[in-house]
């Protein structure tokens, strides 16, 4: 065989391995590629993060949902507690305005309002009113506040977006005051316990006066709980997504 055939048949089989490779293993197609999404650090002082954060917590005892946040790790929109999912509908909805007594179809929106166009909840009696399944409409109360009743001080301390998501955490340390003197004045002693959000870990207490306007948060700001809201964007708006304990 002359050398010039040796060498035709040795490149033909070259060839043919290297069309079997090129089938076997094609070259990804430019659309399987997603380009990835820059988070981008937004001020948490601004009003639209306030009221986004406001939406969901009510930030007092009374009705129970501040409560049942801090003691929470994890919360979506769809696994919350359906009374808590009902009073934060509703607190949203009054703001500073009196809310009429909803009915269920009224009651469907406000929620819908708050966690999304495709959330759902169940009608029943919870900590802001009660339910008559009869006339298919709740009955609210409110209640008040007091002196001496556990608060919270909080702040926004970062924000950020990504994608459809925005993120905004959230520094908060719980207060119990107690009066110091038997009588009741605006320059008695009181001693205020500060806690952590869940109110399980005693940071420190303090005595002053209950005219001072006295704030812990500051003092106390390292070694307070930090909790993360999430929202998604849908449309032209902002839905509760979830909520976690970060620390």
């Given at each position: 065989?002359?050398?010039?055939?040796?060498?035709?048949?040795?490149?033909?089989?070259?060839?043919?391995?290297?069309?079997?490779?090129?089938?076997?293993d094609p070259l990804p197609s430019a659309n399987t590629t997603q380009p990835a999404?820059?988070?981008?650090?937004?001020?948490?002082?601004?009003?639209?993060?306030?009221?986004?954060?406001?939406?969901?917590?009510?930030?007092?005892?009374?009705?129970?949902?501040?409560?049942?946040?801090?003691?929470?790790?994890?919360?979506?929109?769809?696994?919350?507690?359906?009374?808590?999912?009902?009073?934060?509908?509703?607190?949203?909805?009054?703001?500073?305005?009196?809310?009429?007594?909803?009915?269920?179809?009224?009651?469907?929106?406000?929620?819908?309002?708050?966690?999304?166009?495709?959330?759902?909840?169940?009608?029943?009696?919870?900590?802001?009113?009660?339910?008559?399944?009869?006339?298919?409409?709740?009955?609210?109360?409110?209640?008040?506040?007091?002196?001496?009743?556990?608060?919270?001080?909080?702040?926004?301390?970062?924000?950020?977006?990504?994608?459809?998501?925005?993120?905004?955490?959230?520094?908060?340390?719980?207060?119990?005051?107690?009066?110091?003197?038997?009588?009741?004045?605006?320059?008695?002693?009181?001693?205020?316990?500060?806690?952590?959000?869940?109110?399980?870990?005693?940071?420190?207490?303090?005595?002053?006066?209950?005219?001072?306007?006295?704030?812990?948060?500051?003092?106390?700001?390292?070694?307070?709980?930090?909790?993360?809201?999430?929202?998604?964007?849908?449309?032209?708006?902002?839905?509760?997504?979830?909520?976690?304990?970060?620390?």
């Open positions: 065989m002359s050398k010039y055939l040796i060498i035709m048949m040795l490149a033909l089989i070259v060839l043919s391995g290297c069309e079997k490779k090129t089938g076997d999404v820059t988070p981008v650090t937004l001020d948490p002082d601004d009003q639209k993060m306030k009221d986004l954060v406001d939406m969901v917590n009510i930030h007092s005892i009374f009705y129970g949902v501040s409560e049942y946040l801090y003691a929470s790790d994890y919360i979506s929109a769809d696994t919350i507690d359906n009374g808590k999912k009902l009073a934060i509908a509703v607190f949203y909805a009054t703001s500073d305005s009196v809310l009429s007594d909803p009915t269920k179809e009224e009651m469907d929106v406000l929620v819908k309002d708050v966690f999304g166009p495709d959330a759902s909840h169940v009608d029943e009696n919870f900590d802001l009113g009660t339910y008559d399944e009869n006339t298919g409409r709740y009955t609210l109360s409110f209640g008040v506040g007091g002196a001496f009743v556990p608060y919270y001080e909080y702040e926004n301390t970062k924000a950020v977006k990504e994608g459809d998501l925005l993120m905004i955490d959230e520094t908060v340390i719980r207060i119990e005051p107690k009066p110091l003197d038997e009588s009741y004045s605006e320059d008695m002693s009181v001693k205020s316990d500060i806690y952590t959000a869940d109110g399980k870990t005693l940071l420190a207490s303090e005595e002053h006066l209950l005219n001072d306007d006295t704030s812990f948060l500051a003092e106390y700001h390292d070694d307070a709980s930090v909790y993360r809201y999430t929202f998604k964007e849908i449309g032209d708006r902002y839905y509760f997504y979830s909520f976690e304990r970060i620390s």
